[in-house]
């Protein structure tokens, strides 16, 4: 493999400590046009885009998970690691943007030294340069730029200042090592050093940031700060005359303690707001209700847009049934296509909307907080606090969910978090329930059936609680679970660049759970209108269909549940997507309107009604709720093992994972009604 | 009861060769009851002892001596930054023994258990 290496000197990578303002810079670079790619064989993601036009050079870009050092740790540092060094597509990449945060010079420039000392070209790119200046201090370009060998660039992710700079000086070096024809590979292997040696590079680098970032003296500052308002410069010169001057020393010890540190005044913010949000006890207090708004928001704003997703698409299929009357080719447009993106794109505001308030929350820097108030709580269920994440998602989509857990270093907590995701309740779950909770609590106030509702959240929570506890038993402990996690200050996140990331991610899902979901549901409807495509009613149609004929023969085994082969065909048909089961329970049961709100009547009377062959009430408070229970446990849907599988690595584990819960939901249901009863 | 346990586990953790005082223990287990360790600071002044990161009083300022532990921890907290000499601000710590808050220069970072006593410091 190692002889096919070859050297890409088109792409520039980008590469940086987490929170070092990496993301934003890349927007910057490439005007947020950008697509994410997977790297091959592994399932973390990357972006990679050409430069924007504005910009005037030519090369591409190509974005980095975040890591602190060359020597991976977690599945995104691997990621970074091989990108760098022998991408399988694009080669081993020679040119490499730094991006280091200016407040964190000291423990930033240790990735600098790495990547200098392996080999590559570099530019350094220091962003939050102006809260340096702002705080009366600035950075010794030229001393760093000498010490590196490379030009440094100061840049500001706010307003984009320093970008055009950053482009051209990278672009210079790059066009003065064309000629270059000695194809020099970096080479990780310098970077084998013991930990003695890392310790030392450490403090140099600590000693080489001290020198670096320097205080302002009072008659530089004034032309520094001549062009910024008044009020800064005078605090910034009251800053320098309060103090005195034995204070303001160089020496380490004194800076990392005293309050001239560049960052002190935001970090002095954070403390404050930490007091509060990050209190052992009333943290907990603050994040469930943070929480709780969240849910709340998303169900609230996502409904009208859901609505008018759903309105449309069933309208449209309903035009498309008028126009082409009675055909099968009809049928298939309306019935087949149209409903099937329906049921794709009907759950993308709930998702666009998850994504945009865990993004809007990671850039505040509140994320974190939450990770570390939530760690020992998770902890005693196998997981840690970067579980947290992961699970939020999981009650939009496990899809996104799953990929989430890239996150977590240790392989065994990434495990426990996979296999207890899929028990969140989706939204994809949310039509069922409320279908049947409109059976359930018919005639009855809405508080009620919204009770009901609560307790079925709750039931999912439980459920992953339980499983995970018994992983937890089970598994054997592994030595290194990582935590580590850095508090970022907070600070102000930029709003389009959030919008962007929840936008480019909702597109993704999209591209991801969009096919798989689109196929099923056209599988369902290819077994449930052939052979008998011809047939005088829907019903008809339907009972002699392949679905029809499976769902008589595997009758036995719904049976126990208290429901006969229609109910059965509709839980097998949920495996496409959860939400199907409500449309092929209406197929089912032939109701005809068209319209949404008296379907649901429809559906619902029809319901009541309805008896199997020995005469018995379908639908009786047992059987509904061991309806619910079974979709609240089951795994019913095939996207989300496609991405277990492919995550673990294995297919074992999906295939278990699958067996068990629908094994696990079925009896809890066969139970909740042989006790009811 | 409580005390003496205390007074044990401490013992154990701290470099023998120090030697520890047991005023010391009870001083730091008051300390850390009341939340006011400044108190200890001040007393402790001048005494040189070395213990781990996790079982410093809440809100003292220590320095890193040393990292040793779990070589892959260590690796880790070096790619952090954290180096022998730095200041530490043991800030806070979650309830029921949970993560641990700190400030290492201007960074504030949260650290299991494990991995804080990985971190060998000097009061």
Redo the contacts between chains.
């Keep these: 493999m190692k002889s096919i290496k070859k050297l890409n000197t088109e792409v520039v990578a980008l590469v940086g400590p987490p929170n070092a303002g990496k993301t934003t810079l890349f927007n910057w670079l490439t005007n947020r046009k950008y697509k994410t790619v997977n790297y091959p064989g592994a399932t973390v993601e990357y972006s990679i885009a050409s430069l924007a036009p504005q910009w005037g050079v030519n090369f591409t870009v190509m974005d980095t998970p975040g890591t602190y050092s060359l020597h991976p740790k977690s599945e995104d540092e691997e990621v970074t690691f091989k990108a760098l060094f022998h991408h399988i597509e694009l080669g081993a990449i020679r040119d490499v943007i730094v991006v280091v945060d200016g407040t964190q010079l000291s423990r930033h420039l240790n990735l600098v030294w790495q990547l200098k000392h392996s080999g590559f070209y570099l530019t350094i790119a220091v962003t939050m340069s102006d809260l340096i200046s702002k705080s009366g201090y600035h950075i010794d370009i030229a001393k760093l730029s000498e010490t590196f060998s490379c030009p440094v660039v100061l840049v500001d992710g706010l307003l984009g200042g320093g970008i055009k700079e950053l482009v051209e000086k990278t672009q210079f070096a790059r066009e003065q090592k064309k000629n270059e024809t000695s194809e020099r590979l970096p080479n990780p292997q310098v970077l084998k050093q013991t930990q003695e040696e890392q310790i030392q590079i450490l403090q140099q680098m600590n000693e080489l940031s001290h020198q670096v970032v320097i205080q302002n003296e009072a008659s530089t500052l004034k032309n520094l700060n001549s062009n910024s308002n008044s009020n800064s410069s005078s605090n910034s010169n009251l800053n320098l005359t309060s103090k005195p001057e034995s204070f303001i020393s160089n020496t380490s010890l004194e800076r990392e303690n005293s309050k001239t540190s560049p960052v002190f005044p935001l970090l002095e913010r954070t403390q404050k707001w930490d007091r509060w949000l990050l209190h052992p006890v009333l943290g907990l207090f603050f994040f469930i209700l943070i929480m709780s708004g969240l849910f709340t928001s998303i169900f609230f704003f996502a409904a009208p847009f859901m609505d008018a997703i759903d309105g449309f698409f069933s309208d449209f299929a309903s035009k498309v049934a008028e126009v082409g009357g009675a055909t099968l080719w009809s049928d298939f447009l309306g019935n087949g296509i149209v409903t099937s993106f329906g049921a794709v794109f009907v759950f993308v505001p709930q998702i666009f909307i998850l994504f945009f308030l865990i993004g809007f929350m990671e850039s505040t820097g509140y994320l974190s907080r939450a990770a570390t108030l939530i760690d020992r709580p998770l902890s005693f269920f196998g997981m840690s606090g970067r579980s947290f994440v992961p699970l939020l998602s999981g009650f939009a989509c496990a899809v996104p969910a799953i990929m989430a857990t890239r996150n977590i270093s240790s392989k065994r907590t990434r495990f426990i978090t996979m296999m207890v995701v899929p028990l969140m309740t989706c939204s994809a779950r949310l039509p069922v329930y409320a279908l049947l909770l409109a059976f359930l609590f018919r005639d009855k106030p809405a508080w009620q059936a919204g009770i009901g509702l609560t307790v079925l959240y709750m039931g999912g929570l439980i459920a992953g609680a339980i499983v995970s506890q018994f992983l937890h038993r089970i598994l054997k402990t592994e030595k290194n679970a990582f935590f580590m996690m850095e508090l970022p200050l907070y600070r102000q996140p930029k709003l389009s660049v959030v919008l962007n990331q929840a936008w480019t991610k909702t597109m993704g899902y999209i591209k991801r759970a969009g096919p798989p979901i689109f196929t099923f549901a056209l599988l369902v409807w290819v077994a449930t209108t052939f052979p008998n495509y011809q047939a005088e009613t829907d019903q008809v149609k339907l009972e002699s269909s392949y679905a029809g004929q499976l769902g008589q023969y595997i009758e036995p085994v719904f049976k126990p549940m208290g429901v006969d082969w229609r109910v059965g065909v509709s839980l097998i048909s949920a495996f496409a997507a959860r939400e199907v089961f409500a449309s092929s329970l209406a197929v089912i049961f032939n109701v005809t309107t068209e319209d949404e709100e008296s379907m649901q009547a429809g559906l619902l009377s029809s319901m009541t009604e309805a008896k199997d062959a020995s005469g018995r009430f379908i639908f009786s408070t047992a059987s509904v709720i061991g309806l619910m229970l079974f979709v609240m446990i089951a795994l019913q849907c095939t996207s989300t093992t496609a991405i277990v599988i492919r995550e673990t690595g294995k297919i074992s584990w999906a295939i278990i994972q699958v067996i068990a819960y629908n094994l696990l939901a079925y009896v809890v249901a066969v139970g909740v009604y042989q006790v009811w009863n | 009861m409580k005390l003496i346990l205390i007074y044990f586990s401490f013992f154990k953790k701290i470099e023998p060769r120090f030697g520890v005082h047991p005023w010391f223990v009870i001083l730091t287990y008051l300390g850390d009851l009341l939340k006011r360790p400044f108190k200890l600071n001040i007393i402790l002044e001048g005494i040189s002892l070395m213990l781990t990161l996790d079982m410093a009083p809440i809100g003292s300022?220590v320095e890193l001596v040393q990292?040793d532990g779990?070589?892959?921890?260590?690796?880790?907290?070096?790619?952090?930054?954290f180096?022998?000499?730095?200041?530490i601000e043991y800030?806070?710590?979650?309830?029921?023994?949970?993560?641990l808050?700190l400030?290492?220069?201007?960074?504030?970072?949260?650290?299991?258990n494990?991995?804080a006593s990985c971190l060998k410091v000097k009061i």
């Design positions: 300022i990292l779990d070589l892959d921890i260590v690796n880790r907290l070096i790619d952090m930054g180096r022998p000499g730095a200041q800030i806070k710590r979650m309830i029921n023994q949970g993560p808050v400030r290492l220069n201007s960074t504030l970072l949260a650290l299991r494990e991995e």
